[in-house]
């Protein structure tokens, strides 16, 4: 018999949530390349194996029941799906992902973050272990990480409840729980925003949030972009009589004009150039009704 031994490299749970973190970091960073994007397009939809067994790490670590015998219930239901997703496929898709990381990243980097339920995370990953390897584990191995899930699943969430609705307020949907890709929980981060980012404004966090949740989903990305562009549009044109400076008023104009542009159409695909222009259309429009508010105060 086996020891169930754990592989951070190798746990899908915490390759997709660092992906999602760079992703974000990318956002902020301009950067061009936005390699961890593209990795999530490409390994992470609905249909692909890793895909599919995401979404079980997030019903285990986001779903709770009132009684063991429902957690008990939950956890063979989800091992059954599991069982579902070839062995095979997902080994070779890890394999490559992995491989991609370690061209594209310093691994030593990519991996050292700290992660949120990270003992959770090891134990879904030792269950599901079980349920693909040919090996045969110690029944000890196989009962503690299940009875952690259970605890997970079972533990009083009221509190934690209550966070998640704080947060929402500021990052809307981030701790909705999951059904697709689309919907997957972005906790870590949440619960990882650096400080660097704390100035961004609830509206500039749930462009970030549409922009990861949507990946995959480029027609309802477009609709947000679209719907927040008409909104700074409108903003935009109430706000440009207020500005005294001609010359800010003239660059102004200019963006004001340019808005329509900001989106692909129906033919073309929504850019990461797109979300991050969007971001500077909000960074304008905090600037121009802070500038606004001083302004009302010295005339008062």
């Known amino acids: 018999m086996k020891n169930i031994k754990h592989n951070k490299i190798k746990n899908t749970g915490i390759l997709f949530e660092l992906l999602l973190r760079q992703i974000t970091a990318d956002i902020l960073n301009d950067n061009k390349n936005a390699f961890a ?11 692909k194996p890793l895909g599919k067994e995401i979404q079980l790490y ?18 063979d239901e989800v091992l059954k799906s599991r069982t579902k997703i070839s062995n095979a496929s997902l080994r070779r898709e890890k394999y490559n992902l992995i491989k991609e990381i370690r061209e594209q990243y310093s691994t030593e980097d990519f991996f050292r973050s700290q992660i ?19 090996d045969n584990f110690y029944p000890t191995d196989i009962v503690r990480h ?23 307020r500021e990052i809307a949907q981030y701790e909705k729980k999951d059904k697709d890709l689309r919907l997957l929980s972005y906790k870590i981060l949440v619960d990882n925003f650096n400080s660097r980012y704390k100035n961004l404004n609830t509206i500039q966090k749930k462009l970030l949030k549409e922009y990861i949740n949507n990946i ?68 304008l429009v905090k600037e121009l009704r802070h500038v606004t508010k001083k302004i009302k105060k010295k005339v008062i």
């Open 37 to 47: 994007a593209k990795l999530v397009k490409k390994y992470f939809s609905s249909s």
């Open 146 to 168: 299940r009875n952690t899930l259970v605890e997970h699943i079972l533990k009083d969430r009221t509190k934690q409840k209550k966070i998640q609705e704080q947060k929402s």
């Open 116 to 134: 949120n339920n990270y003992k959770v995370r090891a134990s879904i990953y030792g269950l599901f272990l079980t349920e693909s390897s040919k």
């Open 216 to 283: 995959s989903n480029t027609n309802s990305l477009r609709e947000f972009l679209n719907e927040e562009a008409s909104k700074v549009k409108k903003i935009l044109k109430a706000l440009i009589p207020t500005i005294n400076d001609k010359v800010s008023k003239i660059k102004v104009n200019e963006a004001y004009k340019q808005v329509n542009s900001l989106v692909g159409t129906k033919n073309k695909g929504v850019k990461d150039k797109n979300v991050l222009t969007l971001m500077r259309y909000y960074e």
């Open 58 to 75: 997030n019903m285990v670590l986001n779903e709770s029941f009132t009684s063991e015998a429902q957690a008990n219930r939950f956890l």
